[in-house]
């Protein structure tokens, strides 16, 4: 049961994360829309990752995305502080709360 709790965060916080660099693709013009491009092909790497978890049981793999996703989150809530947006901070904080459990239950 908590293999399949953590495996579904986690996906569920790489599609959000592939989701914002689709949303920055289709936004962005010029030498922004090549960053957003850098950032789908990072971000459909990891969501292709955290689905294998959920095909086929790899704890050792779930444990490294999800450790991947709780890095990933952070800097993306220390982001959010920057540049001064809740929502953007609490988000990627919670998801990074989150996985710190999940990771936690599961080394523990």
Not at 33 to 47: D, I, V
């Amino acid at each position: 049961m908590l293999y399949t709790i953590t495996a579904c965060t986690t996906l569920l916080s790489a599609l959000l994360g592939l989701c914002f660099s689709i949303n920055a693709v289709l936004a962005e013009k010029g030498a922004a829309r090549t960053n957003a491009l850098y950032l789908f092909a990072r971000s459909l790497a990891l969501a292709c990752t955290a689905l294998i978890p959920l095909c086929v049981n790899a704890p050792e793999l779930l444990i490294v995305v999800t450790a991947a996703m709780l890095i990933v989150q952070i800097v993306d809530g220390i982001i959010g502080i920057a540049i001064k947006s809740k929502i953007r901070t609490m988000g990627p904080f919670f998801m990074a709360v989150c996985h710190g459990v999940c990771l936690g239950v599961s080394l523990f």
